[in-house]
Nanobody
Framework: QVQLVESGGGLVQAGGSLRLSCAAS????????MGWFRQAPGKEREFVAA????????YYADSVKGRFTISRDNAKNTVYLRMNSLKPEDTAVYYC??????????????????WGQGTQVTVSS
């Protein structure tokens, strides 16, 4: 069982930056692939970024590529999402998720096993 708790969301002006954190419980964090998703009001949950167990492989949605960076610290059981050059269209609830396939880069939300409760990111224009 893995519990995920996101933090770091908030209100920021367009062009600004935020760093989201996702703290995981349990001793097996390093065996999970991790991902970030977001959901805006009235829209489906969409993939943002993914990282494998070691952090050696990452993958990004085209909409955030070059602006967002996913990373992890297995010693701290935490995955991060650094968001730069934020745009109003980045406004959403951001969720982290864990998948049991350590070496995988997982894009589909349905394949993730554990989810956090989400953290709100609001970007004003």
């Amino acid at each position: 069982q893995v519990q995920l708790v996101e933090s770091g969301g908030g209100l920021v002006q367009a062009g600004g930056s935020l760093r989201l954190s996702c703290a995981a419980s349990g001793r097996t964090f390093s065996t999970y692939a991790m991902g970030w998703f977001r959901q805006a009001p009235g829209k489906e949950r969409e993939f943002v970024a993914a990282i494998n167990w070691s952090g050696g492989e990452t993958y990004y949605a085209d909409s955030v590529k070059g602006r967002f960076t996913i990373s992890r610290d297995n010693a701290k059981n935490t995955v991060y999402l650094r968001m730069n050059s934020l745009k109003p269209e980045d406004t959403a609830v951001y969720y982290c998720a864990a998948d049991k396939r350590a070496h995988a880069i997982v894009v589909a939300a349905v394949e993730y096993y554990y989810w956090g409760q989400g953290t709100q990111v609001t970007v004003s224009s």
